[in-house]
């Protein structure tokens, strides 16, 4: 493997992704937090892997625990404005003019942030949803996150002081001593319980997502993977799937991969400067 400190300035990984591009024209493309970090968004985990941040609720604490709600509430109403002010960056767009050449099949993401379809990706199948919703688990109304924003400012004025750091996907780590007075936002239609539309741990991956994507990966020639380390077996599994189809997988990554045994390439290096120059030379080709 080349060093990942050296791979960005060595053409020598991005003769070889487009060559691999070249060879497998219809790609399965899945995507992960490395890819969204130069929009400001911070990633999960270190180059080796290791977490970054405390563990993410789980969805049983969630759904059981008033406290474990309002230190969700609380964390997502300082952090959720990094996601929610976030734009695409060079590999989400790089990403779409791919797709807008034909060169992938379908586009998935273990991203929670909409990046990709504001960038032009069509199709984008969302593994974990979207954090730019809210469902009622009550009466099933969904809501925008971004119409649930003012009111838990409003409601909690006083957090806006508190000493916050962004984490991951609109999380936040987060240092306040009043947590008790926190008011958790209702469902504005009948008061029920709201829980954003993400997969949380605990949680499965609905199954007509995890079908589409596989159904798509059969049709693929190749699988590439861009800025995710695939510790989280959802993302994974589509490399296990693929080696048993197979079908080569490559993948972009600054650090270690749960997949790197089952990798025909890899190239350490930023996904922005990686993708756009498999993208603009696809359309050199052209």
Not at 110 to 129: C, F, K, P, T
Not at 169 to 197: V, Y
Request: hydrophobic letters at 45%; proline letters at 6%; aromatic letters at 6%.
């Amino acid at each position: 493997m080349t060093d990942p400190l050296s791979a960005a300035a060595d053409p020598d990984p991005l003769d070889a992704l487009h060559d691999f591009v070249r060879r497998h024209p219809r790609l399965f493309v899945l995507t992960g937090a490395g890819i969204s970090t130069d929009s400001g968004i911070p990633g999960y985990r270190d180059e080796h892997g290791r977490w970054m941040r405390s563990q993410p609720i789980q969805l049983q604490e969630f759904l059981g625990s008033e406290q474990a709600r309002r230190r969700y509430w609380a964390r997502s109403m300082v952090g959720w404005p990094v996601v929610g002010r976030a734009q695409p960056n060079a590999a989400h767009r790089a990403l779409a003019e791919l797709g807008q050449a034909g060169r992938i099949g379908r586009l998935v993401t273990q991203n929670v942030d909409g990046l990709h379809q504001r960038a032009g990706s069509a199709d984008v199948i969302e593994l974990h949803g979207s954090i730019g919703r809210v469902a009622c688990l009550a009466c099933g109304a969904e809501h925008e996150r971004a119409a649930i924003q003012p009111r838990l400012v409003a409601d909690n004025p006083a957090l806006l002081d508190a000493v916050a750091a962004p984490a991951a996907d609109g999380d936040a780590h987060l240092e306040w001593h009043d947590l008790e007075s926190f008011r958790i936002p209702a469902c504005p239609h009948c008061g029920g319980m709201l829980k954003p539309s993400v997969v949380f741990f605990g949680e499965s991956v609905p199954r007509e997502r995890v079908d589409a994507a596989s159904a798509a990966l059969e049709k693929a020639d190749a699988m590439l993977v861009a800025g995710s380390s695939l510790m989280v077996y959802s993302g994974y599994r589509f490399c296990v799937w693929a080696q048993k189809m197979g079908k080569p997988i490559a993948a972009i990554n600054l650090g270690h991969t749960r997949a790197d045994p089952l990798l025909a390439l890899k190239v350490q290096a930023p996904c922005g400067e990686a993708l756009t120059s498999l993208a603009e030379r696809v359309a050199a080709d052209a």
